[in-house]
Nanobody, 117 residues
Framework: QVQLVESGGGLVQPGGSLRLSCAASGNILRINRMGWYRQAPGKQRELVAYITPGGSTSYPDSVKGRFTISRDNAKNTVYLQMNSLKPEDTAVYYC???????????WGQGTQVTVSS
């Protein structure tokens, strides 16, 4: 079993920054992707960023240049640095740990990010 514990969410003004963290523990495969998704009320969950074991990253255009994902393999932790936050970034952010094409796939409980003045 794998546990993912997220932290760092909260309320921030437009233009501000937040840093999310997700620590994984348990029976973790050595080869895995780590990433962040978000889901706003009434919308589908969407990918925000992911990082491969080798450090390659991917972002959608909506956050590219503003968000940065990183990982500390020794600590089994993934981070999401979010800068220049906008009200449309408001959502519950979920951490994911997975290893395609296997069935190894785990999600965190989510952390709320609210961008509002």
């Amino acid at each position: 079993q794998v546990q993912l514990v997220e932290s760092g969410g909260g309320l921030v003004q437009p233009g501000g920054s937040l840093r999310l963290s997700c620590a994984a523990s348990g029976n973790i495969l050595r080869i895995n992707r780590m990433g962040w998704y978000r889901q706003a009320p009434g919308k589908q969950r969407e990918l925000v960023a992911y990082i491969t074991p080798g450090g390659s990253t991917s972002y959608p255009d909506s956050v590219k240049g503003r968000f940065t994902i990183s990982r500390d393999n020794a600590k089994n932790t993934v981070y999401l640095q979010m800068n220049s936050l906008k009200p449309e970034d408001t959502a519950v952010y979920y951490c994911r740990l997975w290893s395609p094409p296997s069935s190894f796939d785990y999600w965190g409980q989510g952390t709320q990010v609210t961008v509002s003045s």
